[in-house]
């Protein structure tokens, strides 16, 4: 669904822009040009008051408060990310790179990769094809139904770490990045299944809700409230030592889940990442590297 609702967008774009060109040139090219210059700006503009509200959030946050240069860098970053995320990976080339699982255990661990919120398997294409070279058994899921709650999800989550341990005869590695750490939580939940895990990663999930989850409507965006029922009841039913099986990677700079430490868990490894957006926190070459290399060594 993800995925038709974005190329449908993109191509409004896109038909939108040569629209207005062809109406526009003949009478006025300068015209023409400021309306697409105009456009882009309100973009940025709507994404920069993103990373003002973010960076306003967190002053009284424990992390690190970022600098005005890291806030800036980490804005014009996360525009282009965010293009080639929403308007190219995940519309057009989701299904691009499959899944790959072993005809025969190679005696490797295996992943499962879970999106986020208006996400789909398309944001995950660096990861797969980095997995599948390193002879890395790797699912990535589709979260349906996409605005529904996030209680749908553990069954989705569950056919994943099922296909991968079947494949490899290991408990896999589970990646969930911003409401995919909280799917994953919901899967342990609903399963009980912590010893079928090896461990997970989460980048940029807010475990205690996010400031900007009371704008949401949706199910699932209401759930991630800071501070909600949802986020609270989850905690409320995770039994104690369960965190010391995640490590929880976040952001003085991530512009959707604030403040900063929402998306860390007491009793898990906390890593900060200064100055990383969040979704360019989950195609952040070291964040991939660190993950990848700790896989290969089977230890976090």
């Known amino acids: 669904m993800i995925a038709r609702l974005q190329t449908l967008?993109?191509?409004?774009?896109?038909?939108?822009?040569?629209?207005?060109?062809?109406?526009v040139w003949p009478h006025s090219p300068a015209w023409a040009l400021g309306g697409l210059a105009a456009g882009w700006l309100l973009f940025g503009l709507v994404m920069g008051l993103q990373f003002l509200l973010m960076h306003h959030a967190n002053r009284s946050d424990p992390a690190p408060r970022a600098r005005a240069a890291q806030?800036?860098?980490?804005?014009?970053?996360?525009?282009?990310?965010?293009?080639?995320?929403?308007c190219w990976r995940?519309?057009?080339?989701?299904?691009?790179?499959?899944?790959?699982?072993?005809?025969?255990?190679?005696?490797?661990?295996?992943?499962?990769?879970?999106?986020?919120?208006?996400?789909?398997?398309?944001?995950w294409l660096p990861w797969l094809q980095q997995l599948?070279?390193?002879?890395?058994?790797?699912?990535?899921?589709n979260l349906e139904p996409?605005?529904?709650?996030?209680?749908?999800?553990?069954?989705?989550?569950?056919d994943a770490v099922r296909r991968v341990t079947e494949a490899t005869g290991m408990a896999p590695l589970l990646i969930g990045h911003s409401m995919g750490g909280l799917a994953i939580r919901a899967w342990?939940?609903?399963?009980?299944?912590?010893?079928?895990?090896?461990?997970?990663?989460?980048?940029?999930?807010?475990?205690?809700g996010t400031w900007l989850g009371r704008f949401s409507q949706m199910t699932n965006g209401r759930q991630m409230r800071l501070g909600g029922e949802w986020v609270r009841q989850l905690q409320?039913?995770?039994?104690?030592?369960?965190?010391?099986r995640f490590t929880c990677w976040y952001s003085n700079c991530d512009n959707i889940v604030f403040p900063a430490s929402t998306a860390t868990l007491a009793g898990a490894s906390n890593r900060l990442l200064e100055g990383v957006a969040h979704?360019?926190?989950?195609?952040?070459?070291?964040?991939?590297?660190?993950?990848l290399d700790a896989l290969g060594r089977d230890g976090f």
């Open 90 to 123: 995940q519309p057009f080339r989701s299904r691009s790179m499959p899944d790959w699982l072993p005809s025969a255990p190679n005696g490797r661990r295996g992943v499962v990769l879970v999106h986020g919120f208006v996400c789909n398997r398309g944001l």
């Open 188 to 208: 342990l939940r609903a399963y009980q299944s912590d010893a079928r895990m090896h461990h997970a990663i989460t980048l940029g999930t807010p475990h205690g």
């Open 71 to 86: 806030v800036w860098r980490a804005w014009w970053r996360e525009l282009g990310v965010v293009l080639v995320v929403f």
């Open 9 to 23: 967008l993109t191509l409004g774009i896109v038909l939108g822009h040569l629209a207005w060109l062809l109406g």
């Open 236 to 244: 409320a039913a995770e039994p104690s030592g369960r965190a010391a």
């Open 132 to 141: 599948r070279a390193a002879g890395h058994a790797c699912v990535a899921v």
């Open 279 to 291: 979704v360019d926190m989950a195609l952040h070459p070291g964040v991939m590297r660190e993950c």
């Open 146 to 158: 996409v605005f529904g709650s996030i209680d749908d999800y553990p069954p989705l989550v569950e």
